[in-house]
């Protein structure tokens, strides 16, 4: 008799352990710095570009909003609170513990081909026909196809890509470039981004790029089924088909 195939219901991890792990450990490190950044950023509302950057330096652009440091002119008549202080530290060890995080991350993706399987978009998607299919989807609200349950769409891996790739190793770069004794032991790192004032303007908006990421990722996530996707990626199940 020919064998007949049953159909069952099997829970398969729609993310791995690294990657879960990792993701709310970032979450946690990203709410710690970008809390720590703003607190900093009081201290000084002022940004500029090159070397140099003080009250006697004209700034690129000024924060409409009273310094914590009466030494800062700002056109207020108060100051706000100085937080600079726990600010500072908590930004330097929420940032390492970011840095390790994202390289355990990248580590484990490259062992395990996740870069390449969920992030690297599929040959037949490396077109802009794709990419305009994808931007027409979000606009129509419409609804994530079975595909799109277990895979990344084009939109999704790029922006990825671009974040981890892109963005968070220009984050660690242009930090890093703020320290006086990491720009004097690697002066060239320093002066390819222009200046510490340069690289503490681009750590700036990157850090808006970030912000802007994250409430993309989360409209998006709630459009396409909010429980369902905080399920993958906290336990790893989803419900599928198997036999």
């Avoid at 062992?111 to 969920?118: N, T």
């Avoid at 129509?140 to 990825?160: F, G, H, I, W």
């Avoid at 340069?198 to 700036?204: C, D, E, I, S, V």
């Avoid at 790029?209 to 990722?217: E, S």
């Amino acid at each position: 008799m020919p064998a007949t195939v049953t159909e069952t219901t099997t829970t398969a991890p729609r993310h791995t352990l690294v990657v879960r792990v990792t993701h709310w450990l970032t979450v946690v490190a990203f709410v710690a710095l970008l809390t720590t950044g703003l607190e900093i950023v009081v201290s000084h509302p002022r940004f500029y570009l090159g070397e140099e950057g003080n009250v006697n330096v004209k700034p690129l652009f000024t924060i409409p909003i009273p310094s914590s440091r009466d030494t800062v002119p700002t056109g207020y008549g108060y100051v706000m609170p100085d937080q600079n202080g726990w600010s500072r530290y908590l930004h330097f060890e929420a940032a390492w513990g970011a840095v390790l995080t994202g390289l355990v991350y990248a580590i484990a993706g490259l062992w395990d081909g996740h870069f390449r399987r969920d992030l690297v978009p599929e040959k037949k998607d490396r077109n802009w026909g794709a990419y305009w299919g994808g931007i027409t989807k979000y606009l129509r609200r419409e609804k994530p196809d079975a595909n799109e349950t277990r895979s990344y769409n084009v939109m999704q891996r790029t922006a990825y890509l671009g974040v981890v790739f892109v963005v968070f190793p220009l984050m660690i770069w242009t930090g890093l470039a703020m320290s006086p004794s990491f720009a004097g032991a690697f002066p060239l790192t320093v002066i390819l981004l222009g200046g510490r004032q340069t690289a503490r303007t681009l750590h700036f908006f990157l850090t808006w790029v970030l912000v802007l990421f994250v409430v993309v990722h989360v409209v998006m996530v709630s459009v396409s089924g909010f429980w369902g996707r905080m399920r993958a990626m906290t336990i790893g199940s989803r419900k599928g088909k198997g036999v």
